[in-house]
């Protein structure tokens, strides 16, 4: 029994010394309780909204400066008219306009009724739903409030945008195209050099002609041919199973995939290259990626309800901004003229991690 207790604690000891392990079994865990506690919101606040004020009377500046004092909702863009509506929905600058109608303060006290129009932009169903709640709830206390001997009824009249059926379907199939492509391509890329470590074939390549950056081409190009068969499957699939609409260019769609692709493959390179074993590649891949892309990306949660500090961390992570591109292209169908910074931004982080990746390279081939 001494023997099985000393054991035991033998055990204990080699689990602790482990540096890594220890990071993994208290670090992880912390890491992911702050991540999960703070990102996963049910509720929306600050929605960036926009306000075409008709009418210029007493109600609507009291409906406005009401809507903006809740917390639910701030002003993103002034506009004059129904045209600059859908030019701030197309940019993606707004999730939801408010419409007062001319003479809206007449019409109240003097019909007994008024309409507002709420235009929700439903590429995301529970956040168009939930901010059309929150408009229609303040709406109906402002109502409440003005009411005192005779009834006057305010009638929000509400338009879905871009998913007037309100499919769910239209929020996760985009955001698993981009899920999908990041893990598969950095987490088969990531064991790609640490599978020549452990076989022992690395030094044939240290000694071959082959350059660091031709070596990493050379793991790459493959990797690429297979995500776009990915790629298109992966449409096919959205575009015929689950009737997801695609109002864009199928050319701009798969030069975006390109690069998104080029970005995730290269991740997983440094990935491969800084990791001693294929489990630790494929532990870093998963515990480092899958986290981020469902939780950081607005996959699901709307990063506008998370602390400044994860939104600032969000914007490292390229799945959110590949997110932006598909979903525009996709549900909205907009251009290159619209999505120029994402693609941009995209751009920037591939360069950054092929450049570090062939640099790595050539100090651990030094």
Known sequence: MNSFFGFIRKEFYHILRDRRTVLILFGMPILQMLIFGFAIRNEVNNAPIAILDLSHDRVTQELTNKLLSSGYFISADRINSEKEIEAAFQNGTIKMAIVFEPQLGERLFKNGQAKIQLLVDATEPNIGVTLSSYASAIISDYQSQISTGQVWRIIPETQMRFNPEMKSVFLFV???????????????????????KELGTMEVLLVSPLKPVMIIIGKVVPYLMLSFVNITTILILARYVFDVPFRGNYGLFFFEAFLFVIVALSLGILISIISATQQTAMMISLAGLMLPVIILSGFIFPITSMPLPLQVISNIIPAKWFLIIVRGIMLKGVGLEVLWPETLVLSCMAAILITLSIKKFKIRLG
């Open 174 to 196: 985009p955001g698993l195209i981009g899920l999908l492509l990041m893990l598969i391509s950095a987490l088969m890329t990531s064991i790609a050099i640490t599978r020549e």
